[in-house]
Each structure stands twice: as C-alpha cells, then as structure tokens.
C-alpha cells in the first residue's frame, strides 16, 4: 500500500503495553485518514457511553496520507476523543511537526488508552516507545514544556502537549504545540490529562512510501506556485485571518458582547491594519509557503501569535479593546492550554449574566485586569474558574431558562467568531456541525453575504454541504490545512491528484465526497449512539439569534426565523440521507458501507 503504512501503534498507559496493529487497506479507502480514520477507531474501540475521562476512553492522533510530504500545507495532524464538553464526537487539527515525524515513525495513527500512575510523556522514536516521568512537567504552561522537551530531545522531534487547564481537566483545554498552534476545541487537552499524559514527543527517519514520487512533486510544485502566484497572496501574507476583523464588522457579523451584536464602535482597536504596523514576526505550520501566525508584542512585551478567531472572541465579544490587551489573553489562554473561542464565549456569558444579576461574583465587560485572573483561575480551576471551566452549556443549566437564551453553543461546543443572527446558512452550518458550534467544517458565512444574505434557500444547503464535504470531509481527513482553498484560491483539483499520486490509486473530487458523507453519517451514528436518542432540538442554533434582534447598524431588528430555519434543517437532513429526525436512514447506512452500525442504533432509535 502506498501512501498509508496500514499501521495504528496503540498504547496503554495503565499497562505500558504497546502494539502495532495492522489495518485493512478497505479501512484507508473508506476513511482516507485524520478524522475518517479517528471516528472509525473510536467507534470500534470505545465502549458505547464511556466516560471521556475514563481509562477506557481512547484518544486519537492521526494523520493523512499526504502527511510528512512536501504539498501545500500537509502539515497537519488530527486529535480526536469523545468529548468531555459534549459527550459526543470531537477533535480538531493543529499545524505542528508532530505530523512530519510520526509519518516517518511508520504509523497513520496513535491510539492512546489507560491512565498513567503517575505524570508521563510518551518519548516515541520509529517503533521504539519509552513511558518518560513527567512529573517535573507537570503543572507547566505549555511554552516552558515545550523548551524542556526541546532541551532533552533537540529540535528534531514533533511535539503535543497540554498545560494546566488540560491537567486540571478544564472542558475546553486543547492539545498545543510550537508556541500556540493549538487544537482539539471539545476538550482534547483535557482528555490527554485526564490519562496524565503532559506530552508526545515524536521522532521518525523513514522515508514514506508513495506510489509515483516525481509526479507528486510536479503537482506539489506546481500547486506552491500557484499560490505564490496568486492575486490575493500579498495582502494575506500582510494580514492572514486578521483582515476578517474589518469584514466582519462591514457586514454585521463581528461577535460583539456575547454575540448580542454584530458589529463594534471600536473595531479598529483589533484590526488587521492595526496588527500589521504592530506585526514583529510570523510563523507557521510545516510545509506552508503562506504562513498565517501574526505575532506582535503584547502589552506586557512579550510575544503573542494572533487570529481572526481569538481576536475577535476575546476583543469584541468580551468588550476588550486594545489589540496588545487582547494578545495579552490571548497568549496567557495558549500558554495553560485553553481553547480561545471556548474562552471568550465563557467570558462573554458570564459577562452578560453579571449584568442581567444572575450570579453573585460580578465581572464587567473589558475589565482586562479581572479578565486576566479569571483565566488562569479557569486553568487551575480556582473559584469563580471552576465554574467557567465548565463551559458555557453547563454554566446555563445552572443558572435557569434566561441564562439558556443566551448561552451561546451547539451541543454543548461554544460558537465560533460570526454572529448569525442575519446569516441563516451560517447559522445552519454551526448547527450541523459534528464536533458543535465550529467554522472548520463549512465557513458558508462569505458565499451567504455575496449571494443572498436573507434566504434560507435550498441553493444554500447544497453548497454548505458542498463545503461541510470538502472542508470537514477532505481537509480533515487528509489532514491538510483548507486556507489554501479557502484564501488564495488553489484548485481544488490539485488535492485529488496529489492523493491519486502519492496512493497509486485514482481518486476524484467525487470520491472524496462519497469518503466525506460515510464520514459524517457515522459521526451522527456516534453521537446518536452515546446520547441513546436524537431529535431536530440537537441541531438548533442558540436562541439568541432567534429571540434577541440585533439592534444597531444596517441590519437592526434583524434575527433568525425559526420556521424557515427547521425547513433548512429538513432539506439538509434529506439531502444527506438522514431522517425527520436527524437519524441516518438504514439505506443510508447501507449504501455507504456503514452496516455495522445499524444493529448498535437499533438498540437506541428506530432506523427508518
Ligand atoms: S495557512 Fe496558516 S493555518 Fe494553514 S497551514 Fe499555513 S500557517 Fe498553518
């Protein structure tokens, strides 16, 4: 086989066991890797309703077949876990040279079970794995580990690593790596700590084996330029994501103050104009050649790697304005290990729960100082933290029905920096998400405001689940970044070639979305089989953007309309061959080669 080493290496903490698993090519041809493959391991290897933090809950690192070789941003790698914020599916992709080395270990995936007696890194070098003592690590921020590791093993390794917020079980703590490349928004860091595994260090010298070597590397060539080449590669090399603060705001979708509105008086003071005359340096993820990580000294001079994502739900969600403010939040949150977005949706909640009185502990809007020590409270759990640790769905329960209507998530995961309360597909596109409320799957929000802003049209459905399969489907599982794609527009066409050349098989775009629908369907086969039921309410936006109007700028009065929306819902769920309920339908399953779900769903819903 080429392109994959049909080879998973498992690892048991309790036991310090270690296998190597041979898996069937059909496996890599049905799921492709990353995410494909994550979800089929943790559907095989799970047990049906385990507690994520339970020794018996598996945790995923995979990568793809383009991983480790010189393509357009290939150097990414998937985390993936049932997750403690959802009880559901969930992972996340972060850049980092883990995925070049455990390629060249041999491996298209690690599956870590177990929990270690006591703090542990993983020190794994080709087929050789060594359980390292890790209690010096342990209660480390995730720049000082890393260093350490850096000293121990040299530069030449791939590392994953959590910080406090994972150690202390923090719901939304990710996996980090190379100074704040960060991932695994539904709690992946927490899971990693859960086992008191700190870190993965990993080193590979083999060499991978695909099938035509010197026409990946035209393609591969050929699609480096093109981005090179590109209209819009000067100005995103200048702003990256940062320029979406400014369009964001021009069209009315800038979170602001818990997403109450779309748009902020004092945008300007987190712009991507004002991050490039602060700009001191930039990084990035292995193999790209358009590096997005904006860096700029905070306000306390150190250095701070800036998005669209964090800017925004840590600027204008939380009222902060100030742009070395925000970096300031913004490199503490990546220094414990604490997913942003989750983040300034927590802030943002307790925020606006403060002012409606419905908590005792007040916190005002862009208080920088509190916000501060409120997040590293959060990281070790630390009064008033402990109650943010648990994430927006849990905090709401606790604080009764108002409190719901603008808890601000879907199924449990915090939304992502746009306000849909005029952005209907956006809005679908969060609400059918399969790890919750997050943009990687399907940005529908640029396509919606060029096109028909206001519809809730089958046109849009189409094209979200046209992007849910690309994005979600294809990026995901090959583990390669979509911004190419999505920001300097290369082909999609050079992502089926450079798969066919490096696999010796010939695939097309096609294919790939037959891979990305069997993908999706079993990830709702795998949330409907941990939550025993599934109804159209899982899949619904907050009730914010169908209750609470906008009221400034061009679209005041604007929200959501609740019966266009579930006839959106129902055409999606058509299209994708699911029932009323949101339930795949038997010939669903059938047709996508998922049989072996039907008799475990059997046993929690009625197939249709
Ligand atoms: S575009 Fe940005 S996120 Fe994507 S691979 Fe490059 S640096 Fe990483």
């Given at each position: 086989?080429?392109?994959?080493?049909?080879?998973?290496?498992?690892?048991?903490?309790?036991?310090?066991?270690?296998?190597?698993?041979?898996?069937?090519?059909?496996?890599?041809?049905?799921?492709?890797?990353?995410?494909?493959?994550?979800?089929?391991?943790?559907?095989?290897?799970?047990?049906?309703?385990?507690?994520?933090?339970?020794p018996?809950?598996?945790?995923?690192?995979?990568?793809?077949?383009?991983s480790?070789?010189?393509?357009p941003?290939?150097?990414?790698?998937?985390?993936?876990?049932?997750?403690?914020?959802?009880?559901?599916?969930?992972?996340?992709?972060?850049?980092?040279?883990a995925?070049?080395h455990?390629?060249?270990?041999?491996?298209?995936?690690?599956?870590?079970?177990?929990?270690?007696?006591k703090?542990?890194y993983?020190?794994?070098?080709?087929?050789?794995?060594?359980?390292?003592?890790?209690?010096?690590?342990?209660?480390?921020?995730?720049?000082?580990?890393?260093?350490?590791?850096?000293?121990?093993?040299?530069?030449?390794?791939g590392?994953?690593?959590?910080?406090?917020?994972?150690e202390?079980?923090?719901?939304?703590a990710?996996?980090?790596?190379?100074?704040?490349?960060?991932?695994?928004?539904?709690?992946?860091?927490?899971?990693?700590?859960?086992?008191?595994?700190?870190?993965?260090?990993?080193?590979?010298?083999?060499?991978?084996?695909?099938?035509?070597?010197?026409?990946?590397?035209?393609?591969?060539?050929e699609?480096?330029?093109?981005?090179?080449?590109?209209?819009?590669?000067?100005?995103?090399?200048?702003?990256?994501?940062?320029?979406?603060?400014?369009?964001?705001?021009?069209?009315?979708?800038?979170?602001?103050?818990?997403?109450?509105?779309?748009?902020?008086?004092?945008?300007?003071?987190?712009?991507?104009?004002?991050?490039?005359?602060?700009?001191?340096?930039?990084?990035?993820?292995?193999?790209?050649?358009?590096?997005?990580?904006?860096?700029?000294?905070?306000?306390?001079?150190?250095?701070?790697?800036?998005?669209?994502?964090?800017?925004?739900?840590?600027?204008?969600?939380?009222?902060?304005?100030?742009?070395?403010?925000?970096?300031?939040?913004?490199?503490?949150?990546?220094?414990?290990?604490v997913?942003?977005?989750s983040?300034?949706n927590?802030?943002?909640?307790?925020?606006?729960?403060?002012?409606?009185?419905?908590?005792?502990?007040?916190?005002?809007?862009?208080?920088?100082?509190?916000?501060?020590?409120?997040?590293?409270?959060?990281?070790?759990?630390?009064?008033?933290?402990?109650?943010?640790?648990?994430?927006?769905?849990?905090?709401?329960?606790?604080?009764?029905?108002e409190?719901?209507?603008?808890?601000?998530?879907?199924?449990?995961?915090?939304?992502?920096?746009?306000?849909?309360?005029?952005?209907?597909?956006?809005?679908?596109?969060?609400?059918?998400?399969?790890?919750?409320?997050?943009?990687?799957?399907?940005?529908?929000?640029?396509?919606?405001?060029?096109?028909?802003?206001?519809?809730?049209?089958?046109?849009?459905?189409?094209?979200?689940?046209?992007?849910?399969?690309?994005r979600?489907?294809?990026?995901?599982?090959?583990?390669?970044?979509?911004?190419?794609?999505?920001?300097?527009?290369?082909?999609?066409?050079?992502?089926?070639?450079?798969?066919?050349?490096?696999?010796?098989?010939?695939?097309?775009?096609?294919?790939?979305?037959?891979v990305?629908?069997?993908?999706?369907?079993?990830?709702?086969?795998?949330?409907?089989?941990?939550?025993?039921?599934?109804s159209?309410?899982?899949?619904?936006?907050?009730?914010?953007?169908?209750?609470?109007?906008?009221?400034?700028g061009?679209?005041?009065?604007?929200?959501?309309?609740?019966?266009?929306?579930?006839?959106?819902?129902?055409?999606?769920?058509?299209?994708?061959g699911?029932?009323?309920?949101?339930?795949?339908?038997?010939?669903?399953?059938?047709?996508?080669n998922?049989?072996?779900?039907?008799?475990?769903?059997?046993?929690?819903?009625?197939?249709?």
């Amino acid at each position: 086989m080429y392109g994959w080493w049909g080879r998973v290496l498992y690892i048991n903490l309790t036991t310090k066991r270690v296998k190597e698993v041979a898996l069937d090519a059909s496996i890599y041809a049905e799921y492709l890797g990353g995410r494909g493959l994550a979800v089929k391991l943790l559907w095989d290897l799970n047990p049906i309703g385990v507690d994520p933090y339970s020794p018996y809950s598996h945790l995923v690192i995979a990568i793809g077949p383009l991983s480790s070789l010189p393509a357009p941003s290939s150097g990414k790698v998937q985390v993936a876990a049932k997750s403690p914020l959802t009880l559901g599916y969930g992972d996340g992709n972060l850049g980092s040279m883990a995925s070049y080395h455990l390629k060249r270990c041999g491996y298209d995936a690690l599956v870590v079970t177990g929990v270690a007696k006591k703090p542990t890194y993983l020190y794994i070098e080709d087929g050789k794995v060594e359980f390292r003592d890790a209690e010096d690590l342990w209660g480390l921020d995730t720049f000082t580990t890393e260093e350490k590791l850096i000293k121990e093993h040299g530069r030449n390794v791939g590392i994953l690593l959590i910080g406090p917020a994972g150690e202390n079980l923090v719901r939304y703590a990710t996996v980090v790596s190379q100074r704040g490349r960060s991932g695994g928004r539904p709690g992946m860091g927490a899971v990693m700590g859960s086992k008191r595994l700190k870190a993965i260090v990993v080193k590979g010298s083999r060499e991978p084996m695909i099938a035509d070597r010197e026409k990946f590397r035209k393609v591969a060539e050929e699609a480096y330029n093109k981005i090179l080449k590109s209209e819009a590669y000067e100005f995103w090399i200048r702003q990256g994501t940062m320029a979406t603060i400014v369009w964001s705001q021009q069209n009315s979708v800038l979170p602001t103050m818990n997403f109450r509105e779309g748009l902020w008086e004092e945008y300007e003071s987190i712009s991507g104009d004002l991050m490039e005359k602060l700009k001191v340096a930039r990084r990035g993820c292995p193999y790209c050649n358009m590096q997005c990580g904006n860096v700029i000294h905070d306000i306390a001079g150190e250095e701070s790697e800036l998005d669209y994502e964090n800017v925004a739900m840590l600027g204008s969600n939380i009222f902060l304005s100030d742009l070395r403010r925000v970096a300031e939040v913004n490199k503490l949150a990546d220094k414990l290990g604490v997913d942003t977005i989750s983040l300034g949706n927590a802030l943002g909640f307790y925020m606006e729960a403060s002012e409606r009185k419905l908590v005792d502990e007040r916190l005002e809007w862009g208080d920088h100082r509190e916000i501060k020590r409120l997040v590293v409270d959060i990281a070790y759990r630390r009064g008033l933290g402990a109650f943010l640790a648990e994430g927006v769905m849990r905090m709401a329960r606790s604080l009764g029905r108002e409190a719901m209507d603008f808890a601000m998530h879907v199924k449990g995961l915090e939304i992502s920096a746009y306000d849909c309360h005029v952005a209907p597909a956006m809005a679908l596109a969060y609400a059918t998400s399969p790890i919750g409320a997050h943009h990687k799957d399907a940005w529908i929000i640029a396509y919606e405001v060029k096109t028909d802003r206001l519809g809730y049209t089958k046109e849009k459905v189409e094209r979200l689940i046209f992007l849910q399969d690309v994005r979600g489907g294809m990026f995901e599982s090959l583990t390669t970044c979509r911004l190419p794609w999505v920001e300097v527009g290369l082909d999609l066409d050079y992502y089926p070639k450079l798969l066919s050349a490096a696999t010796g098989v010939t695939w097309t775009l096609d294919d790939i979305r037959v891979v990305a629908h069997r993908i999706y369907t079993l990830i709702r086969a795998y949330w409907i089989r941990e939550h025993g039921y599934w109804s159209h309410e899982f899949d619904y936006p907050p009730a914010r953007w169908f209750k609470h109007p906008l009221t400034k700028g061009p679209y005041a009065g604007g929200k959501l309309d609740f019966e266009k929306f579930n006839r959106m819902l129902d055409m999606y769920y058509e299209m994708r061959g699911w029932d009323e309920r949101g339930v795949p339908k038997k010939e669903t399953l059938k047709k996508l080669n998922l049989e072996f779900t039907i008799s475990i769903l059997e046993k929690v819903v009625e197939l249709k």
